[in-house]
């Protein structure tokens, strides 16, 4: 496997480093060392948003600071919330500044930011359901106009539509999207949305996300592309609380999905580290405990299987970012599933990924002499790099794991 993952993500970078003058640096040491990964290690990062706004105090502000240190420490990306109904509660009133103060803080800290979602039946606004379909969809449009023209240079990644599979079918209870997606259909929802969000930011990358990996996905996604839908990114989720899929299915979703030849990011990556979720369950949403406590054989079933898991998608040429769901326990359903404890102390899982992330997938500061002509080779992951000679730093970037050349000035 680790040959596999050098052969899909390590490239040959040929550097050329030059002078003021631009003559050749010849025959001198340099330092090379990684800052940034290309690929996205991310996490939800919902918590940040109070902590960005400043609305923790005492004991709360020192534990989501250790939070946040161990987030920026493993991770170059975070998903912030845009849930309809927490975002905009009251039609008129959205949080908008709260949530700009978030993506700064991430930005700032060289976190790529994504928006989730723009549109999804669940948690959407309460006061569409006074409406009527043509209303709703007028509001649904102006709201990610509003989103992504406001956020336009601080988030221009995007889940732009969010479980559309079960959306015209969801009947948990009534909400505006269903009876929208009800009457207009899957594929002109989606059209509609991702047409909302291209007349606002030409150039957003765009996500289509679902946690349903069955053949029904596959259809929508064909049908999307067929319809003219430019989706950027193929989202899938994996919330795997009632156990771990084990390689064999996860590259079966792959490839089922590989035949479209677009970017993937696993969305929603999740693997408890307690007792697992009965496997009658069959919306995750109805398993409701009050303690679902973390075990210590379970931390070291969810580390194994964590390592797995990133393995097998990180050697796969599609994937582009893998997404924690969350990074602390007590989230979603209060399950186990986070890489750090309640009381923020890092579990098993977190310190195997910081070896993965930050070790073996990882180029440490390295020696280097240039040649004649100023050139050095060395095989490495796309991302962001600094070249040190003699105290000067200059940044530099691999873009690619294909045979790679640039040019750096000192």
């Given amino acids: 496997m680790k040959s596999e ?12 480093v030059l002078k003021a003058d631009k003559t050749p640096l010849a025959n001198q040491e340099i330092s090379i060392e990684q800052t940034r990964h290309k690929f996205l290690f991310g996490t939800a990062a919902f918590d940040l948003v109070p902590l960005a706004n400043g609305e ?29 109904a927490r975002f905009e509660p009251q039609r008129g009133q959205p949080m908008t500044e709260q949530l700009k103060n978030a993506a700064r803080w991430c930005i700032e800290r060289g976190l790529q930011v994504k928006g989730h979602p723009l549109c999804w039946h669940t948690l959407t606004a309460d ?25 336009r240079g601080l988030i221009d990644m995007w889940d732009v539509i969010n479980e559309a599979v079960i959306m015209p079918i969801f009947d948990k209870y009534d909400n505006g999207l269903s009876r929208l997606c009800k009457e207009m259909g899957r ?16 150039s957003a990358i765009l996500l ?15 049908g999307c592309l067929e319809a003219g839908i430019k989706i950027d990114i193929i989202g ?24 479209f030849n677009l970017p993937i ?25 009050k303690e679902w406590p973390t075990t210590p054989q379970g931390e070291d079933r969810q580390a194994e299987e964590t390592i797995q898991h990133y393995k097998t998608l990180f050697r796969h040429p599609l994937v582009e970012g893998i997404t924690w769901w969350d990074l602390s326990d007590g989230g979603w359903l209060n399950a186990p599933a986070g890489l750090l404890r309640k009381d923020g102390s890092s579990k098993p899982a977190y310190d195997e990924l910081m070896k993965l992330i930050k070790g073996e997938w990882w180029i440490s500061p390295t020696k280097r002499t240039t040649d004649i002509n100023g050139q050095v080779r060395f095989k490495g992951f796309p991302g962001e790099y600094k070249l040190t000679f003699m105290g000067k730093e200059q940044p530099f970037t691999v873009n690619s794991a294909e045979l790679f050349e640039t040019e750096v000035y000192l």
Avoid: C
Avoid at 133 to 147: D, T
Avoid at 193 to 199: L, N, T, W
Avoid at 208 to 222: G, Q, R, T, W
């Fill in 236 to 259: 899938i989720q994996s919330h795997m609380h009632q156990g771990y899929w084990r390689v064999e299915k996860t590259l079966q979703v792959l490839d089922h999905f590989s035949r």
């Fill in 5 to 16: 993952i050098s052969n899909h993500r390590k490239g040959n970078a040929t550097l050329t």
């Fill in 208 to 222: 289509i996300n679902d946690f349903d990996v069955s053949p029904a996905y596959d259809i929508l996604v064909e």
């Fill in 265 to 289: 990011h696993f969305t929603e990556t999740t693997l408890v580290s307690g007792q697992l979720m009965p496997p009658e369950i069959v919306d995750l949403n109805d398993y409701q405990v």
């Fill in 56 to 84: 923790y105090t005492g004991k709360a502000q020192e534990q989501a600071e250790q939070r946040a240190a161990k987030l920026t420490a493993l991770f170059n990306a975070a998903t912030l919330p845009f849930y309809w």
């Fill in 187 to 202: 594929i002109h929802t989606v059209k509609a949305m991702f047409e909302a969000v291209r007349s606002e930011n030409p």
């Fill in 127 to 151: 006061w569409l359901l006074s409406m009527r379909n043509s209303e709703i969809l007028q509001a649904q449009i102006a709201r990610i106009r509003r989103e992504v023209s406001d956020f």
